[in-house]
């Protein structure tokens, strides 16, 4: 069994990715409640098959997906916890990278996404496209 979710976001400016589709199968982790908003490092270590899902405020978009690089994520979605508005996601300057996808989306993508990583769905059960 599986559950499938089609939704819509934002893809960051500064997601060092190309241009192609990207499709891969993550885990999806959520950060600790005291960490909700990753604008510091992060307390844990992460792999390049996770996902980090992180709510908007507290700090720059980039400065989410930096955290989220450096402590060894495969992706970054960050949503929106004001509303069900889409923002493009942007660097500090043009031409800033940080090479892992990063995408933008609404609250109720964001909180579907929370509920995914609470009850623990296995390594690798979420298929993420990102696509141009």
């Not at 979710?5 to 500064?14: M, N, R």
């Not at 720059?60 to 960050?78: E, P």
């Not at 916890?81 to 989306?105: A, C, K």
């Not at 609404?106 to 059960?125: K, Q």
């Amino acid at each position: 069994d599986f559950v499938e979710v089609k939704a819509s976001g934002a893809k960051a400016l500064f997601s060092g990715r190309s241009d192609a589709p990207t499709e891969k199968w993550f885990s999806i982790v959520s950060p600790s409640k005291d960490q909700a908003e990753v604008c510091e490092g992060l307390n844990s270590i992460g792999s390049s098959n996770e996902v980090l899902v992180v709510k908007r405020g507290g700090c720059k978009f980039m400065q989410k997906a930096l955290n989220a690089y450096n402590a060894g994520y495969g992706a970054c979605i960050v949503y929106n916890s004001h509303g069900e508005n889409l923002l493009i996601m942007r660097g500090d300057q043009d031409g800033d990278t940080i090479p892992i996808p990063s995408v933008f989306v609404t609250r109720t993508v964001g909180e579907l996404l929370g509920l995914l990583s609470a009850t623990g769905v296995d390594n690798n059960d979420v298929c993420i496209q990102i696509r141009p």
